[in-house]
């Protein structure tokens, strides 16, 4: 089983930037797809980002394409998501997915506890 750990959540201003990372350990990070989420306070999770091993391919959400980044660096074995240009909704708890399988998915086997992004107005 792999273990998620996301980190670099915090708040900012609208219009900022925040850079999130996941480290994987325990099982191999090799030939996860992995992804992002978020839960914003009284609403469902929802999908934000993924991208397939070994790193080719991406997904975006509507809602963050042109703003935000998924990318991976497998030596190691951390997934990362740039946020450009925040915006006070995306105000979220943003948690890292894994999936077992190398193609793009929305569909997660693996999940973090989740960190914190706070944008203010």
């Known amino acids: 089983q792999v273990q998620l750990v996301e980190s670099g959540g915090g708040l900012v201003q609208a219009g900022g930037s925040l850079r999130l990372s996941c480290a994987a350990s325990?099982?191999?990070?090799?030939?996860?797809?992995m992804g992002w989420f978020r839960q914003a306070p009284g609403k469902e999770r929802e999908f934000v980002a993924a991208?397939?091993?070994?790193?080719?391919?991406?997904d975006y959400a509507d809602s963050v394409k042109g703003r935000f980044t998924i990318s991976r660096n497998n030596a190691k074995n951390t997934v990362y998501l740039q946020m450009n240009s925040l915006k006070p909704e995306d105000t979220a708890v943003y948690y890292c997915a894994g999936n077992r399988a190398p193609l793009i998915t929305r569909i997660y086997n693996y999940w973090g506890q989740g960190t914190q992004v706070t944008v203010s107005s």
């Open positions: 991208i397939n091993w070994p790193g080719g391919s991406t």
């Open positions: 325990g099982r191999t990070f090799s030939r996860y797809a």
